[in-house]
């Protein structure tokens, strides 16, 4: 998908936001072709929203090139924001307002008429499931609903692209899984989506491609599972041992093994055969209290990137 | 984008204000409308009485109530516009960020900010209808004079509200509202002529006095109400009040930009 030759939607060539002497986005370059689901992986206060704000046009560019839709976000941001759909980190909500009222009056800063805008807000709750919660006021809805509203009011105006900054941070795991299922369904309508996550697991699900995000760079680009190979193994042994001391493995099935790395509380141990491996240790005497092979993800990428874990 | 464009996203914020309003409206009767009420019925009817009784040839030749009334309504103006200014601006930009909600759409904070002041306008403008509404009832004023004294107290709100939103915008909690309300909207409300003329202060106070803005609000209304407008005075105090609204509008563009999309 990334190699092909439609016009992109968004074009950054060494694009930066600095804030006084604090450079937030240090000359990244990135393109998101139509369709695609794109995402911004990496832990907080890596330059994440700083870029989505710069790409959604709240947020003058300080160097670089950025084009998006084809436009000049300096020049034309009202013009790229009518054609966008976005859902910032925290919610913006209309808090003395209804469920229903809020997209009625958000679909009118799009100059939708109250009709459209009230045809457009029934089929919108229905899809993020809150039809019930239409009258209703919005400040005691959970979290989760909360944040499908917003994703809900995102939508009004019928966006080619949407950017979602952190979409279900903060959200329990049943209310993360439905904003993922709608955001898959999106997805498959061939609405352009862009992300930003430091969870792993949503990155993985949702995105065919991601660029990787440390202290204000990208380190890595690709889709999850290319990035997965090209930065981990198969597989991974994590291994916890007595009093959190892991003995010394030097030597010890040294052929399985392609990488290591120490953490706190384990060891994890990149081989293409975690079971093997783990055998090996067993016969040279090694006894951990606890172990587990697992498959290689975009957290071992990161860790392998940056040395540091996604979320610490 | 075009002026027509600009104007109606304006026209988009204050639509906003008026969704909140139509939820909200019943919290602000007492200040906007019964507050002002009750100033004129304890203190020019009340008070009133003992001040005519003693001064029958009146303050300016009419009656305390008579003389009290327009301060009164441009007082209010300032008041209400000063509430609509501080914390529903702290709300939208900080706590409830409702304005960082519509900035993701096509508006701009300029719109939001024009729109913001509009609305505060719209709220001066609906208190001053009824206050002039109830002046003409205690025979305060007729409706001639209350029609030329309705824009004089819409530009008084405006005045106000411009520096007041920009100088809201910058703040990042609302401690600072709290030393605004007491040591300048308060003191201003007192003596700059509201109550009484400013001829009675200490001749250094006068001087404050004829340099604060509500002053040349009052002096405004007042020469309309009771017929001695001054027409180089007035020219001052309309000069005075466009510049602040002009000046306040400008700055709030930066603040509310800066805040909003820096």
């Known amino acids: ?293 697992r498959r290689s993800s975009l957290e071992d990428v990161f860790l392998r990137l940056t040395g540091r874990r996604l979320i610490e | 984008m075009t002026l027509r464009d600009n104007l109606r996203s304006v026209l988009r914020v204050v639509e906003h204000h008026a969704f909140v309003y139509r939820r909200t409206w019943q919290g602000s009767v007492f200040s906007t409308f019964l507050n002002p009420i009750l100033y004129l019925a304890a203190l020019g009817v009340g008070l009133g009485a003992f001040v005519d009784q003693s001064n029958p040839a009146g303050i300016e030749g009419v009656s305390y109530a008579t003389f009290l009334a327009p301060g009164i309504l441009v007082a209010t103006a300032m008041n209400t516009a000063t509430g609509e200014s501080t914390y529903p601006v702290m709300a939208g930009i900080r706590w409830l960020k409702t304005y960082v909600g519509m900035i993701l759409s096509p508006l701009s904070p300029r719109h939001v900010a024009t729109g913001q002041l509009l609305w505060a306008g719209l709220r001066v403008t609906l208190g001053g209808i009824v206050f002039l509404g109830v002046m003409i009832a205690f025979g305060a004023t007729d409706l001639p004079h209350a029609l030329l004294m309705l824009p004089v107290t819409i530009l008084t709100g405006l005045a106000f509200a411009a520096p007041i939103q920009a100088f809201a915008a910058a703040q990042t909690n609302d401690a600072p509202f709290a030393t605004l309300f007491r040591f300048v909207i308060m003191p201003m409300f007192i003596f700059s002529g509201t109550f009484f003329p400013v001829t009675q202060l200490p001749e250094l106070l006068q001087l404050v006095a004829y340099l604060t803005p509500l002053w040349h609000a009052v002096s405004l209304a007042r020469g309309i109400a009771l017929e001695m407008l001054d027409p180089v005075v007035a020219l001052i105090n309309v000069a005075y009040l466009c510049a602040m609204l002009v000046v306040g509008l400008l700055w709030s563009y930066r603040t509310f930009s800066r805040k909003l999309a820096e």
């Open chain 1, 1 to 293: 998908m990334s190699t092909s030759p439609t016009t992109p939607l968004i074009h950054a060539r060494g694009l930066t936001k600095r804030f006084g002497d604090f450079t937030a986005v240090d000359a990244v370059d990135f393109d998101v072709q139509p369709g695609e689901a794109f995402g911004f992986l990496g832990p907080n206060g890596a330059g994440k929203t700083s870029t989505m704000r710069m790409v959604g046009c709240t947020s003058p560019v300080t160097e670089g090139e950025l084009e998006v839709l084809g436009m000049d976000p300096d020049t034309q941001g009202s013009d790229i924001r009518r054609r966008l759909g976005v859902v910032p980190q925290a919610d913006t909500l209309d808090m003395e307002l209804t469920v229903m009222e809020n997209l009625l009056i958000y679909g009118r800063y799009f100059d939708l008429s109250y009709k459209e805008c009230r045809r457009r807000a029934d089929e919108l709750l229905q899809f993020v499931q809150l039809t019930e919660k239409s009258g209703s006021q919005v400040e005691p809805l959970s979290g989760g609903m909360k944040r499908r509203l917003t994703i809900a009011r995102s939508l009004i105006n019928e966006p080619e692209m949407i950017l979602l900054d952190e979409p279900t941070t903060g959200l329990d795991p049943q209310a993360r899984h439905l904003v993922w299922e709608r955001l898959y369904s999106l997805k498959n309508q061939g609405v352009t989506l862009i992300l930003t996550t430091h969870y792993m697991d949503e990155a993985e699900q949702l995105c065919d491609r991601l660029v990787v995000m440390d202290n204000a760079r990208i380190v890595a680009e690709g889709s999850p599972k290319a990035l997965i190979e090209q930065y981990a193994s198969r597989e991974v042994l994590e291994l916890r041992f007595e009093d959190l001391k892991t003995p010394d493995l030097t030597g010890k099935g040294a052929h399985l093994i392609q990488r290591s790395e120490q953490l706190p509380d384990r060891i994890l141990l990149y081989t293409d055969d975690g079971e093997a491996l783990s055998e090996t240790l067993h016969a040279e005497e090694i006894r951990p209290v606890s172990q587990l092979v």
